[in-house]
């Protein structure tokens, strides 16, 4: 396999640990940890489930076991597609123990993601739930993968496995456990929000993804006393460590999961479980800001309600903050590592109009020109940054490397920025074809590309187009080859192409030609920007 690598100059890991951002933490140790301290603190509520942290390490260190006694050894990967279920933590805290590299996945995701992320990883489990909150059901798209992947040995199912292996039957000699993982060792791939493409995959380490919910946990004022609703997927990286369940556990405090996000589901959580903090997406902000004017529901115990994934624009933020009884808290930042807070106690201006500033002292930020030079304080501009928790390469991508990377380590993160005078960010936007829909990170070109497979699509151009829920919409200019397809059957194709359903465009304008040159010629980042504009004008215009 090729090797796990996120390495950081001797010296910068160095000075990294001298300041304290790298204590030499791992994440089965610091669940042992909390197991030792709050054994019978609840650790997880979902539905029924309220697991102590003593069962959730128990449990886990099952699962450990189990993994090691079907053939997995140290170092292989699992892809975990797993929902806001409790067997998500004992899962990956089992993965962890045994010295495996989880893989997170989205439930959304369908074939084509998740035999690439088998793939690039060179996976050798795939671990899901039977069935999702939409009914979908993940054994049939094991089989399909099984077959797609040969190199794929283990399939495990929570719940009902049929054919594959039952996830509540693994178990082992725990004895044969290893010791803890080096903490400096790749712990995880998350996947990115690619810009072409399909996913890249992150590789974070303990030491680096640990400091980032630890340090978060201190802006956020997460105590053991807390209580984090995970109502967004759990594997996303916002819910995972902005302060997110991870940062909940890490404090010892308790997690409840919300199957699905909305107001109906996650309020009665809240007030049932007396909820502290919570993290959306802006369009699910604006929803349960909404929903709280006429909910029956006591949602006096929230404290902090967390906003990122997503530009939150002033005068949504203006609505969340009047509409919610607790303090909005701005988060802007990216599974690449980076991540930026409005603090508690900042002036209301800052809170409802920037998008935060950095969580370390030593996270290093550049905004620049298309030179690469830096741009006037306060003016917008190319937004780079590196630090104790920002990568320095994806897994197994040289081309992805060469293009968001600078010589010397800064990440090109793709956002348009600029800075106040107090240091803190505001995005303008993105710099690439990037469509950003409700917090979901989207590659024109990918769907661009499964446009193209169509018999009725002669040429596609994917395009983001402001929307007031979504923050952007994805819109596709479609040239029709022969009968004139309609943009529903279009929509109901794409569906049947094994993607997440998020990528399905929500518009579809069908046109005669595009734009060219004089040359005839036309980059696809100019004809998307042309095509972009055209439909605000029409919009504007009526």
């Not at 396999?1 to 089965?28: C, S």
């Not at 997170?104 to 084509?112: E, Q, S």
């Not at 802007?332 to 002292?361: C, H, K, W």
């Not at 187009?465 to 200019?477: K, N, S, T, V």
Request: glycine share 8%.
């Amino acid at each position: 396999m090729i090797p796990l690598r996120q390495e950081w100059p001797l010296d910068v890991a160095a000075r990294y640990r001298a300041a304290g951002y790298w204590r030499g933490e791992t994440f089965p140790a610091f669940l042992r940890q909390r197991a030792a301290e709050r054994p019978d603190a609840v650790a997880v509520v979902a539905g029924e489930a309220r697991w102590t942290y003593a069962e959730l390490h128990a449990r886990a260190e099952r699962a450990a076991a189990g993994f090691l006694a079907l053939g997995l050894r140290p170092g292989d990967r699992v892809v975990v597609q797993l929902g806001n279920i409790p067997e998500f933590f004992s899962a990956v805290f089992g993965l962890f123990r045994a010295g495996l590299i989880p893989v997170y996945a989205l439930p959304a995701h369908r074939l084509t993601e998740i035999a690439h992320f088998v793939g690039k990883s060179e996976a050798s489990a795939y671990v899901a739930a039977e069935r999702g909150t939409d009914g979908f059901d993940y054994r049939t798209l094991a089989r399909d993968l099984r077959a797609a992947t040969p190199g794929l040995r283990h399939v495990i199912i929570a719940g009902d496995a049929a054919e594959f292996t039952a996830f509540e039957a693994l178990d082992g000699d725990s004895a044969l456990l290893p010791g803890d993982p080096d903490p400096a060792r790749v712990a995880f791939l998350q996947i990115s929000g690619g810009t072409t493409g399909l996913s890249k995959l992150i590789p974070r380490t303990h030491d680096d993804y640990i400091y980032s919910f630890r340090a978060s946990n201190e802006i956020c004022g997460v105590t053991q006393d807390s209580v984090f609703l995970c109502a967004l997927p759990a594997a996303h990286n916002f819910p995972m460590s902005s302060p997110g369940h991870m940062g909940a556990l890490y404090a010892g405090a308790r997690v409840v999961l919300s199957p699905v996000p909305s107001p109906d589901t996650a309020f009665p959580l809240i007030e049932r479980e007396r909820v502290t903090i919570s993290g959306l997406v802006p369009p699910l902000a604006l929803l349960w800001a909404q929903a709280a004017a006429t909910t029956k529901h006591d949602l006096s115990s929230l404290e902090v309600l967390l906003v990122g994934g997503a530009k939150l624009t002033p005068e949504a933020a203006r609505r969340v903050a009047a509409a919610l009884p607790c303090t909005l808290q701005q988060v802007f930042g990216m599974a690449e590592g980076l991540v930026n807070y409005t603090r508690l106690d900042d002036p209301e201006a800052i809170i409802l109009e920037t998008q935060g500033r950095p969580i370390s002292p030593d996270d290093e930020v550049l905004i620049v020109d298309d030179m690469g030079e830096p741009v006037p304080e306060g003016e917008p501009g190319y937004l780079l940054a590196r630090g104790p928790y920002t990568i320095r390469a994806y897994h197994n991508d040289d081309a992805a490397n060469a293009r968001s990377f600078t010589p010397d380590g800064f990440y090109r993160t793709g956002d348009i920025v600029r800075r106040t005078a107090e240091g803190y960010l505001v995005v303008q936007g993105r710099a690439g074809d990037h469509i950003n829909r409700a917090g979901e990170k989207i590659s024109a070109e990918e769907v661009e590309d499964h446009l193209l497979a169509h018999p009725s699509v002669f040429d596609a151009a994917v395009v983001s187009i402001p929307d007031e829920f979504l923050g952007e919409r994805i819109c596709a200019f479609v040239i029709p080859h022969g009968e004139r397809p309609r943009a529903a059957a279009l929509k109901a194709w794409m569906r049947t192409r094994g993607i997440a359903d998020f990528k399905v465009p929500d518009q579809v304008v069908l046109v005669d030609a595009f734009e060219t040159t004089a040359a005839g010629k036309i980059s696809r980042k100019e004809l998307r920007a042309r095509l972009r504009a055209r439909l605000l004008a029409e919009e504007a215009a009526g």
